[in-house]
């Protein structure tokens, strides 16, 4: 019943900035936590950061936190990953997720999930 989309991936330069795109359709409350994790090749699905949809709270991982930035725009229901001063090892599919149970690091507490985009930072 929720649909995500995730958008704006490419290939960038270590030390360049993308901004990702998560288009959110269907029934949510802003009380949902709005998840972004990221998958390399090889390695487990990772937590990223997160966000409530009021923007309420958010959380990240420390290998971003300070150079990764969630924020929303409620009126196209879109959340953002701002992400600044990318390194190599920032390569990975990136997902975003919604959480009814709210700001969480565990991935099985999101039960809806976008399709992913890639992100891929080269030295």
């Known amino acids: 019943q929720v649909y995500l989309v995730e958008s704006g991936g490419g290939l960038v330069r270590t030390g360049d900035s993308l901004r990702l795109s998560c288009a959110i359709s269907?029934?949510?409350?802003?009380?949902?936590?709005t998840g972004w994790f990221r998958q390399a090749p090889g390695k487990e699905r990772e937590f990223v950061g997160a966000?409530?949809?009021?923007?309420?709270?958010?959380d990240y991982v420390d290998s971003v936190k300070g150079r990764f930035t969630i924020s929303r725009d409620s009126a196209k229901n879109t959340v953002y990953l701002q992400m600044n001063n990318l390194k190599p090892e920032d390569t990975a599919v990136y997902y975003c997720?919604?959480?009814?149970?709210?700001?969480?690091?565990?991935?099985?507490?999101?039960?809806?999930w976008g399709q992913g985009t890639q992100v891929t930072v080269s030295s």
């Open positions: 997720a919604i959480s009814p149970s709210g700001v969480k690091r565990d991935d099985t507490l999101y039960k809806y």
């Open positions: 269907g029934l949510t409350f802003v009380t949902f936590g």
């Open positions: 966000m409530r949809l009021d923007g309420g709270r958010t």
